[in-house]
């Protein structure tokens, strides 16, 4: 496989969709083929370079932002940049493929239905949620905007990994 440029895939969906899982078996790949490519995952994140914001409205659009950036400069320096991020507004989303660049983003809307994400629940967090325990989670108490016209939409409840890699790549290389 060749990938001509280095692209920058934007999983967004609901928490416990599959974006992280998604993320990384794409980078496996990617580096197997001798391809350079790493995954900035949301939870990560927020323990670091975004440790400082909430889940406001401004401060989930400031995160966005910041991973946008730090994606392309992953960009710039030749390397793939899969972003698994629950990323909830179209207009962050609009943003991040602004600062990345429109020929390098590829949205990815994880699309597992809310019934499965609440299902899977690793974390609890819906649990917590619906308990009253956990404020501003997306999906739940606060907004999800799914995107309209994303590059791919993958629902993990009813496509296997290899699967949903392939058809990744797929659209990277067309």
Not at 27 to 56: K, T, Y
Request: with cysteine; net charge positive.
């Amino acid at each position: 496989m060749t990938l001509f440029s280095p692209h920058t895939w934007w999983l967004t969906g609901l928490p416990s969709a599959g974006k992280t899982t998604l993320a990384n078996a794409l980078v496996v790949r990617l580096r197997a083929d001798a391809i350079p490519a790493c995954v900035i995952d949301g939870d990560e994140i927020r323990q670091g370079l975004c440790r400082d914001l909430g889940f406001s409205a401004a401060d989930r659009a400031e995160n966005m932002r910041r991973v946008a950036e730090l994606a392309r400069l992953i960009n710039q320096s030749g390397i793939h940049a899969v972003i698994a991020l629950v990323s909830p507004t179209r207009q962050g989303r609009a943003r991040a493929r602004e600062i990345i660049g429109g020929d390098r983003f590829i949205e990815v809307h994880v699309a597992t239905p809310l019934a499965v994400c609440e299902e899977r629940d690793p974390k609890g967090l819906y649990r917590r949620a619906r308990n009253g325990e956990l404020a501003d989670l997306t999906g739940i108490s606060a907004a999800y905007e799914a995107p309209a016209a994303p590059d791919i939409r993958i629902d993990t409840s009813r496509c296997d990994v290899a699967k949903a890699i392939d058809q990744l790549l797929n659209r990277a290389i067309k």
